[in-house]
């Protein structure tokens, strides 16, 4: 069974770091691009980052360039997503997702989240 489970989320400050991290299992990590989401309330879901299986090319949304950091381990089956100078409106339930390619609207298989609060 094909598990994702997020954690690591939390209530930061403004300029505030967290580090999200997603734990999987159940088929094998390293043919998986790793994607990372996030939904805030009364707001479409967006893609965040992702890195890719082969080579471990990342993305960003331009929203958080140069703030987030995603990598990944593939000896501990885990994905990472650094985030720093958090702002206010990066509140929202975050998500990993895993697909063959990466994607920043839809992947196959994904976890149940976790929520990051960020006050001003």
């Known amino acids: 069974e094909v598990q994702l489970v997020e954690s690591g989320g939390g209530l930061v400050q403004a300029g505030g770091s967290l580090r999200l991290s997603c734990a999987a299992s159940?088929?094998?990590?390293?043919?998986?691009?790793i994607g990372w989401f996030r939904q805030a309330p009364g707001k479409a879901r967006e893609g965040v980052s992702c890195?890719?299986?082969?080579?471990?090319?990342?993305y960003y949304a331009d929203s958080v360039k140069g703030r987030f950091t995603i990598s990944r381990d593939n000896a501990k089956n885990t994905v990472y997503l650094q985030m720093s100078s958090l702002k206010p409106e990066d509140a929202a339930v975050y998500y990993c997702?895993?697909?063959?390619?990466?994607?920043?609207?839809?992947?196959?298989?994904w976890g149940k989240g976790t929520l990051v609060f960020v006050s001003s």
């Open positions: 997702a895993a697909d063959i390619r990466c994607s920043s609207i839809k992947m196959n298989y």
């Open positions: 159940g088929f094998t990590f390293d043919d998986y691009a």
């Open positions: 890195v890719t299986s082969s080579d471990g090319s990342t």
